[in-house]
């Protein structure tokens, strides 16, 4: 079983093996976290996303951290939400555990997770930290994984959603 904790700050500061990216399916980067990701790993970032020719909603692939204090990214493309009947918590659920496969598959021991496609991608917040901590908990590997949550929002429901 992987361990799960929970902290309130910038996934781009993180010091560990990887982190996730909540990315679209084009990895061309965008607003938010990936946004924040790019700039902050620096250009290279683009180039070596560039050549993995886009990701599937629900994939996840795999780039070095560059200028980031990670060995790794992991872009995974969430599920825009339209009204939970387009295999929007399946394909969240992908996410997770694709995301994590890429970890082990890489020999991570750390990785830290945004709230994937609870912002501009409109999922909503209670279900999707529901489906993100029971898939990393259930998820079969000595992981030592970190949700790093931006808002106060986002802190109080996965807090919740890990007290039960
Ligand atoms: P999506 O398109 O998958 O919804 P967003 O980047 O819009 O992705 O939002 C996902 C989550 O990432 C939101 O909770 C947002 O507040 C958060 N976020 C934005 N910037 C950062 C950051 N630097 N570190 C961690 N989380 C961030």
Same mark, same amino acid.
């Given at each position: 079983m992987a361990d799960l904790k929970l902290i309130q700050g910038d996934i781009t500061t993180f010091k560990g093996d990887a982190i996730v990216n909540a990315a679209n399916t084009g990895l061309v980067g965008g607003g938010g976290v990936d946004g924040a990701i790019h700039r902050a790993a620096g250009p290279e970032?683009? $180039? /070596?996303? &560039? *050549?993995?020719?886009?990701?599937?909603?629900g994939d996840a692939k795999v780039t070095p951290?560059? !200028?980031?204090?990670v060995r790794?990214?992991?872009?995974?493309?969430?599920?825009i939400w339209r009204d939970g009947s387009f295999?929007?918590?399946k394909l969240l659920r992908s996410c997770y555990e694709n995301s994590l496969k890429r970890a082990v598959e890489n020999h991570c021991q750390t990785v830290a997770f945004? #709230?994937? #496609?609870?912002?501009?991608?409109?999922?909503?917040?209670d279900k999707a930290c529901k489906i993100a901590? #029971?898939? $990393? &908990? *259930?998820? @079969?590997?000595?992981?030592?994984v970190t949700m790093v949550a931006f808002d106060q929002k986002t802190y @109080? /429901?996965? !807090? *919740?959603?890990?007290?039960n």
């Open positions: 970032l683009n $180039i /070596a996303c &560039r *050549k993995l020719h886009g990701c599937p909603t951290g560059f !200028n980031l204090p790794l990214i992991i872009h995974t493309p969430g599920p295999e929007e918590p945004p #709230s994937i #496609s609870t912002g501009i991608y409109g999922y909503p917040l901590v #029971s898939t $990393i &908990r *259930k998820f @079969d590997a000595p992981l030592q @109080d /429901a996965f !807090n *919740k959603a890990m007290a």
